[in-house]
T-cell receptor, first 114, second 113 residues
């Protein structure tokens, strides 16, 4: 079946540090890949997505590239801010029956200190 | 503003009681979903609905029930058969069943008294 594995947290960084959160996946076919962000006490917000190999998703300074050869979709940001503190979820979408189903990783808690 | 609303924000359940979580969307989306989130875990799919009056079980449907009588509403009932209901429940929607991007509501935290 489909699965997503992302690096375990928590991750603690200082402001303006470089961020990488690793994500690898297992899926049949050609899934779409997503990063969602969850701020404390809130629902999930779509951060970025990529729908085919070598696509790069980007938003708010975050980037991730769909690497089919390594089945990876690592999240990066060049300079994090305190406001980026949240839980980040990697997810994939693959056809299950007639509906697209999301499979999530367990989430990585990021804390950015001033 | 278009979006997904969930109510209440916090809900308390007594032993043997059924409780219903509300989810409403004004995005005109056809598909709606319910997920359960436990600490340190990813989201797990409970039920989903692609069109009005139709829904399918997800990965952990036991102890839950849903209805989809209106396009904009997809309430979830946590029944007394669900022995470990304490969790954060998230509702989501997408434009159609063949659309991949899901949009989430703010969630309801269910606690057992």
């Amino acid at each position: 079946g489909n699965s997503v594995t992302q690096m375990e947290g928590p991750v603690t960084l200082s402001e303006e540090a470089f961020l990488t959160i690793n994500c690898t996946y297992t899926a049949t076919g050609y899934p779409s890949l997503f990063w969602y962000v969850q701020y404390p006490g809130e629902g999930l917000q779509l951060l970025l997505k990529a729908t085919k190999a070598d696509d790069k998703g980007s938003n708010k300074g975050f980037e991730a590239t769909y690497r089919k050869e390594t089945t990876s979709f690592h999240l990066e940001k060049g300079s994090v801010q305190v406001s980026d503190s949240a839980v980040y979820f990697c997810a994939l979408s693959a056809v299950g029956g007639s509906n697209y189903k999301l499979t999530f990783g367990k989430g990585t808690l990021l804390t950015v200190n001033p | 503003d278009g979006g997904i609303t969930q109510s209440p924000k916090y809900l308390f359940r007594k032993e043997g009681q059924n409780v219903t979580l509300s989810c409403e969307q004004n995005l005109n989306h056809d598909a709606m979903y319910w997920y359960r989130q436990d600490p340190g875990q990813g989201l797990r799919l409970i039920y989903y609905s692609q069109i009005v009056n139709d829904f399918q079980k997800g990965d952990i449907a036991e102890g839950y029930s849903v209805s989809r009588e209106k396009k904009e509403s997809f309430p979830l009932t946590v029944t007394s058969a669900q022995k470990n209901p304490t969790a954060f429940y998230l509702c989501a929607s997408s434009i159609g069943s063949n659309q991949e991007t899901q949009y989430f509501g703010p969630g309801t935290r269910l606690l057992v008294l």
